[in-house]
């Protein structure tokens, strides 16, 4: 079955970074496009930045532009985000996500960003 399992979130200072880390399995990853969600407190959840299976990039969320990036490793079954220069605003579980027909979801790892 489709195992998306996140990892790497945690209590990070403004300004910061962090890595997240999703390891996939059940599916053959290397087909398929990954995509990282967020969901902050009273929010809707909205997409992060995409990737496919050549590894090219979807256009990231606005306010996320020029901070995050993702990447991927094949070999691995691997999905990354590295975030840098973290705000308040980026406190929200992030999500690993497949579409194999219908979405897929991990259970999330929690981002807090605060002084």
């Known amino acids: 079955q489709v195992q998306l399992v996140e990892s790497g979130g945690g209590l990070v200072q403004p300004g910061g970074s962090l890595r997240l880390s999703c390891s996939a399995s059940?599916?053959?990853?290397?087909?398929?496009?990954l995509n990282w969600y967020r969901q902050a407190p009273g929010k809707e959840r909205e997409l992060v930045q995409g990737?496919?299976?050549?590894?090219?990039?979807?256009n990231p969320a606005d306010s996320v532009k020029g901070r995050f990036a993702i990447s991927r490793n094949n070999a691995e079954n691997m999905v990354y985000l590295e975030m840098n220069n973290l705000k308040p605003e980026d406190t929200a579980v992030y999500y690993c996500?497949?579409?194999?027909?219908?979405?897929?979801w991990g259970e999330g790892t929690q981002v807090t960003v605060s002084s």
């Open positions: 990737i496919d299976a050549t590894g090219i990039r979807t």
């Open positions: 059940g599916f053959a990853f290397e087909f398929y496009t």
């Open positions: 996500n497949v579409r194999i027909g219908w979405d897929f």
